[in-house]
């Protein structure tokens, strides 16, 4: 691979994100443009700014290794991804934009008047936020030394600087077009070496899977691994209702006009995602056939232009895919880093915008010093695994905070601590201390599907033995979270305390 | 909660908050289920005349200078819904057990298919085999024709849900 065009790749790409955030400076001036871009972004960009956001290192480098490596089990992860937003859009969407919280913390404190509750949440807001940081700086360092022979912390080193800068200087307002603008060119990064590579296979003669390989890697549940069924049942628990509680996902719909306009926008994200996880799972068996040695790495989007199409042309793809996949670290850590910044810098710090720049550092350092430390495991895995914990903590407090009155703050944190709690916990002696195996190690490295039920129980139990403790004003909060904003209707005071 | 009643109007808007609040259980019934529905302009004006019928017996009693009232609630119902009236809360509920109840369709219908599928290939091995233009089902659904179909299902969502808040919204205005 010839390491000049890798380089230029990423340097473009580093140096247009820059440029776009710099040109959206001159927009943001006060600490409401820096939170949510003074809500003047339309439909398309804003879908776009989510997808951009969204589609991190595990989507564009993770799905495929997973994929060749484990085969068709692994189908579930995109489709998962995906239909999270179906599920977030039948179930949240409308309210949340309605209730006018930034965040998930604002959101608990709207609806459970309880800065004890706000606390908590910013809490696991932080902790999703670095646990899913972590393995794109690990991708970006594995990159950048496949591509430039870089050692392996240069790679997110060079992703978190860029990130920091750009949210202290530019905000959300930038982070928006950024975004958008990083959501097509990992598409196009994507799409147009498949094309040439799908060439190549019919060129080839279109070999198929050998033999083995097509009666047990192509099939589901075919293979030899343990707890198959479990493992694909909480992966899809996981990934449908973790997506409605990751952070960087929620800040976006505040973005929107209005109530409306979130689903709208919503519907346009299932497209725009629907079309571009048609890709990796393509990659992930031309990888099989092709590189089928690259089994258990992330490499194989990088690896299969060069070696299927190689010459000159096999270099400028893959400097391509290289810049798509650099537009995903930027992409996804941008928006991880605003939302932890926000809650560090609002119920932290002191609130401002110098508390957003200076928590900002804080955020992109924390995991970048995990990145260094932890063991390397796939980046969907890890990725999965943060999906997990918002699935157990922030899926309950948002499914039964918008639909059931009846939830009291105490039962709200005795079900964000349960379950999110032992989803952590699941988290950390998987990665500190697994692979564990059996029983046991299939329950901790997919923990949704024994997490999930634990928090909703516990939040609904917890707030039926507490009813004394209803928020007062719940019933304002729920003209607030459902009535369409053209109704002119008394929806209650309450304003995100970040305005 | 306190709320200041609206200038002008002064005391006399409480009185028939609770004349109101008294006898709204036998209309409740009807009214809340209305959003529902979808064909709901040609049954407006029913609705509105079988509720001036059900008024009619009660225009009898009525003695005070308020016959000179008009027949339709002067009350808009967002402000039973500002003041929490027990009306205004079942306008409310109603509103957000229709939503409820969309979603957990919407929901059920994918917890189903999703949840289905696995079990599915699992239980019907052959399955696993059958070719949908060369490609193994599993591939083809998967990687392929789910991702149209959260799609459309999510289209079909977007519909309902803003009829069913364009139909709240008209009942909640008629009543002005």
């Keep these: 691979m010839n390491t000049a065009y890798g380089m230029t790749a990423v340097v473009l790409v580093v140096l247009a994100a820059v440029l776009i955030g710099a040109f959206g400076i001159r927009l943001s001036r006060t600490t409401s443009d820096f939170y949510v871009a003074s809500r003047t972004v339309s439909p398309l960009w804003n879908a776009s700014a989510i997808g951009g956001e969204y589609l991190s290192a595990a989507s564009f480098l993770g799905i495929a290794g997973l994929i060749l490596t484990y085969g068709a089990d692994m189908l579930w992860l995109p489709v998962g991804w995906t239909g999270g937003y179906l599920v977030l859009l039948v179930l949240v969407s409308a309210p949340l934009r309605r209730s006018g919280a930034y965040t998930l913390p604002d959101f608990a404190e709207a609806r459970l008047e309880s800065m004890a509750v706000r606390r908590m949440a910013g809490v696991l807001v932080v902790l999703i936020g670095w646990l899913y940081l972590m393995p794109q700086f690990q991708s970006a360092g594995l990159v950048l030394r496949a591509i430039t022979g870089a050692p392996e912390w240069a790679g997110g080193l060079l992703v978190a600087a860029v990130v920091a800068v750009n949210v202290m200087s530019g905000g959300m307002r930038s982070i928006t077009f950024v975004q958008a603008f990083q959501y097509w060119l990992k598409l196009t990064a994507l799409a147009v070496p498949l094309i040439f590579l799908l060439l190549a296979w019919r060129g080839g003669g279109a070999p198929g899977l050998n033999a083995r390989d097509a009666a047990v890697w192509a099939l589901p549940l075919a293979g030899d691994r343990e707890y198959g069924l479990y493992s694909t049942y909480s992966l899809i628990l ?18 929107n006009p209005d109530g409306r306009a979130a689903r709208r926008t919503t519907l346009v994200v299932l497209s725009l995602l629907g079309a571009f996880y048609l890709l990796p799972a393509v990659y992930g068996a031309l990888g099989r056939i092709y590189v089928p040695e690259l089994e258990g790495s992330d490499t194989v989007v990088l690896a299969l232009p060069g070696h299927l199409i190689g010459g000159v042309a096999g270099d400028l793809l893959t400097a391509l895919v290289t810049a798509g996949a650099f537009a995903a670290f930027l992409s996804t850590s941008s928006g991880l880093t605003v939302s932890v910044a926000g809650v560090i810098g609002q119920d932290i710090l002191k ?50 905070g918008i639909w059931w009155r009846r939830l009291t703050p105490a039962g709200a944190m005795a079900g964000l601590l ?8 699941a988290v950390l002696m998987t ?17 949704a599907a024994w997490t999930v039920p634990i928090a909703f129980l ?6 039926l033995l507490t009813p004394s403790r209803i928020p007062p004003n719940v019933a304002r909060t729920m003209v607030r979270l459902h009535t369409p904003e053209t109704l002119d209707l008394d929806r209650g005071d309450w304003r995100p305390r970040s305005s | 909660m306190s709320r200041v009643p609206e200038p002008g109007q002064g005391g006399e808007p409480r009185r028939w908050i609770g004349d109101r609040s008294r006898r709204e259980p036998e209309r409740s019934r009807k009214e809340p289920e209305r959003p529902r529905r979808d064909a709901d302009r040609p049954s407006r004006r029913d609705a509105d005349r079988s509720r001036r019928e059900s008024e009619r017996p009660r225009r009898e009693v009525v003695t005070s200078p308020r016959t000179l009232a008009p027949r339709h609630p002067r009350y808009p119902v967002t402000r039973e819904i500002d003041e929490q009236t027990r009306l205004g809360e079942i306008y409310m509920r109603s509103l957000i057990r229709t939503q409820f109840r969309l979603a957990l369709f919407v929901c059920t219908v994918l917890g189903c298919v999703v949840g289905g599928l696995p079990l599915l290939f699992l239980l019907v091995p052959d399955l696993r085999a059958v070719r949908l233009l060369g490609i193994p089902l599993p591939w083809a659904v998967l990687a392929g024709l789910i991702y149209p179909a959260f799609v459309a299902g999510a289209w079909l969502y977007v519909r309902q849900a803003e009829r069913n808040e364009r139909h709240f919204a008209e009942l909640v205005d008629r009543a002005r």
């Design chain 1, 431 to 447: 990665i500190g201390g697994g692979p564990h195996s059996g029983l046991l190690g299939a329950l901790l490295a997919q923990p």
């Design chain 1, 351 to 400: 609130g401002g915008v110098r508390s957003f720049r200076a928590a900002a550092v804080l955020a992109v350092i924390v995991p970048l010093a995990l990145a260094a430390a932890a063991r390397s495991l796939p980046v969907a895995d890890v990725v999965g695994l943060a999906f997990a914990v918002a699935a157990s903590s922030f899926c309950p407090l948002l499914v039964l």
């Design chain 1, 458 to 463: 516990v939040m609904v139990v917890v707030s």
């Design chain 1, 418 to 425: 349960a379950g999110g709690g032992l989803a952590c916990l």
């Design chain 1, 238 to 255: 996981a990934t449908f209702l973790g997506t409605m509680g990751l952070p960087h996902v929620l800040v976006r719909f505040y973005t």
